[in-house]
């Protein structure tokens, strides 16, 4: 699986948006981004994933870079539910869903 | 949740004993994974499934085995518990949630090995 690069560690307040960075610069055509989070003693949950375009959902937003070697996780509102670690993962279309390679993700702070 | 339940959620054993980590999930899915996550570590696959008695290696597979003989049961063994084993287990399946396939986590089984 193509690897991605993301910082190990990044700080918000309550309520302001948050931007998680993620680069993969040897994504393939047929790779899926995929965010995954994992809340303190529990297993990862499913975030949000694309290809191309960006993409929302209830939980968050996903802007896909054009070249498509970076991508941006938006939390528009950060709670402290949503401190966690954040993963950036690739996936290759076609294969199974959950055979992720996940790397050591963004361990998200947020303050009060 | 998926309806996934590992058990046990946590287990101390000794170096050389046999140990078996269960998986059980109740919706049917085809594909089933135990991955490892170690401190500081994302999680890492150690072997998957994709239908009864129809197993495969991941990343980290040696010193483990697994089986399947019921869709809703994925059993993962450590033949012979080494020290290095000892990490938090997660199984997961793969499913479609709300027009898109996910991966669904267990809590995680604690295992630690003296």
């Known amino acids: 699986d193509a690897k991605t690069t993301q910082p190990n560690s990044m700080e918000s307040n309550e309520e302001e948006p948050v931007h998680l960075p993620c680069n993969h610069s040897?994504?393939?055509?047929?790779?899926?981004i995929h965010w995954y989070r994992q809340l303190p003693s529990q297993g990862p949950e499913y975030v949000i994933h694309?290809?191309?375009s960006n993409v929302n959902n209830r939980m968050a937003s996903l802007a896909i870079a054009e070249d498509r070697k970076s991508s941006t996780l938006i939390l528009h509102r950060a709670t402290l539910r949503d401190a966690a670690v954040y993963y950036c993962i690739l996936r290759e279309g076609g294969t199974s869903y959950g055979k992720l390679t996940f790397g050591q993700g963004t361990i998200l702070t947020v303050h009060p | 949740d998926a309806g996934i339940t590992q058990s046990p959620r946590h287990k101390v054993t000794e170096t050389g004993t046999p140990v078996t980590l269960r998986c059980h999930q109740t919706?049917?899915?085809?594909?089933m994974y135990w991955y490892r996550q170690d401190p500081g570590h994302g999680l890492r696959l150690i072997h998957y499934?994709?239908?009864?008695?129809?197993?495969d290696k991941g990343e980290v597979s040696d010193g483990y085995s697994v089986s399947r003989s019921k869709t809703e049961d994925f059993l993962l063994t450590l033949e012979s518990a080494t020290s290095s084993q000892t990490s938090v287990y997660f199984c997961?399946?793969?499913?479609?949630?709300?027009?898109?396939?996910?991966?669904?986590f267990g809590q995680g089984t604690r295992l630690t090995v003296v």
């Open positions: 040897t994504i393939s055509g047929t790779d899926y």
């Open positions: 499934s994709y239908g009864v008695k129809d197993t």
């Open positions: 997961a399946i793969s499913a479609v949630q709300g027009g898109t396939t996910e991966a669904f």
């Open positions: 694309g290809l191309t």
């Open positions: 919706e049917n899915h085809r594909y």
